[in-house]
């Protein structure tokens, strides 16, 4: 269901959350993130003029988060990065779209309730349960 570009941008922001107040140069964000350098530059200019992340050109310059990841939604980070997830489309009738309609509308709430802070939470709590069986 979740282009490329949603999940890079969404892994970002995450990976930038965790580095708060650290500014992270582009290449080691593509690395740190295992995303394609050139692709990642071009998410990061959408993040940057959206105002969801800054840059800093230079000797220790880099991208950091403008807002504290507890108020940039899910949704607002969709929004900018792949539109076409979260737009109504025009209906045409057919049967299964009452079904479908009702869960678009329920993943774009959830998104509006999602904080990036709530994302990096949800995946610390999945690191650590993780269990070994060996």
Not at 6 to 28: C, G, S
Not at 56 to 71: F, L
Not at 112 to 119: E, G, L, P
């Given at each position: 269901?979740?282009?490329?570009?949603?999940r890079?941008?969404?892994?970002?922001?995450?990976?930038?959350?965790?580095?708060?107040?650290?500014?992270?140069?582009?290449?080691?964000?593509?690395?740190?993130?295992?995303?394609?350098?050139?692709?990642?530059?071009?998410?990061?200019?959408?993040?940057?003029?959206?105002?969801?992340?800054?840059?800093?050109?230079?000797?220790?310059?880099?991208?950091?988060?403008?807002?504290?990841?507890?108020?940039v939604?899910?949704?607002?980070?969709?929004?900018?990065?792949?539109?076409?997830?979260?737009?109504?489309?025009?209906?045409?009738?057919?049967?299964e779209?009452?079904?479908?309609?009702?869960?678009?509308?329920?993943?774009?709430?959830?998104?509006?309730?999602?904080?990036?802070?709530?994302?990096?939470?949800?995946?610390?709590?999945?690191?650590?349960?993780?269990?070994?069986?060996?």
């Amino acid at each position: 269901m979740w282009s490329q570009r949603t999940r890079y941008a969404v892994r970002t922001l995450m990976y930038l959350a965790t580095h708060n107040h650290h500014r992270t140069p582009a290449r080691e964000l593509a690395r740190e993130n295992e995303v394609p350098a050139k692709y990642l530059e071009t998410i990061l200019a959408d993040l940057r003029a959206a105002g969801l992340v800054r840059s800093t050109k230079g000797a220790g310059g880099g991208y950091e988060m403008v807002s504290d990841p507890s108020t940039v939604r899910l949704l607002d980070v969709v929004r900018v990065v792949d539109p076409d997830l979260v737009t109504e489309s025009a209906t045409d009738g057919a049967a299964e779209e009452p079904v479908l309609d009702g869960i678009a509308r329920h993943v774009v709430q959830e998104l509006a309730r999602t904080t990036v802070a709530d994302a990096v939470m949800r995946w610390q709590q999945t690191q650590s349960t993780l269990t070994y069986v060996i």
